[in-house]
Nanobody, 118 residues
């Protein structure tokens, strides 16, 4: 069974930074591309960033390019999302997603709230 455990959300002022973490089991980490999605109130869940497990390639939504960085620690089976220069429009519940195909999650974490105040 795939389990993804997120942490690191919170409240931050605009221009601030947060780092999200998503821990997975070793088989999950080896088998799936890992990434992040978010869902703001009243909106559909959207792709944020992903990291291809086979070669480390990274992918980002245009709205976060240059501000967010996805990375992984293979020893800890953990993927991170470093979020800098946060904007109020980044406010959402952020979900970790295990993906066989980039941009389409097969399994989800429980979500972590990120709130950016203006």
């Amino acid at each position: 069974q795939v389990q993804l455990v997120e942490s690191g959300g919170g409240l931050v002022q605009a221009g601030g930074s947060l780092r999200l973490s998503c821990a997975a089991s070793a088989p999950t980490f080896r088998s799936y591309n890992m990434g992040w999605f978010r869902q703001a109130p009243g909106k559909e869940r959207e792709f944020v960033a992903a990291l291809r497990t086979s070669d480390g390639s990274t992918y980002y939504a245009d709205s976060v390019k240059g501000r967010f960085t996805i990375s992984r620690d293979n020893a800890k089976n953990t993927v991170y999302l470093q979020m800098n220069s946060l904007k109020p429009e980044d406010t959402a519940v952020y979900y970790c997603g295990a993906q066989l195909r980039i941009g389409r999650a097969d399994y989800w974490g429980q979500g972590t709230q990120v709130t950016v105040s203006s």
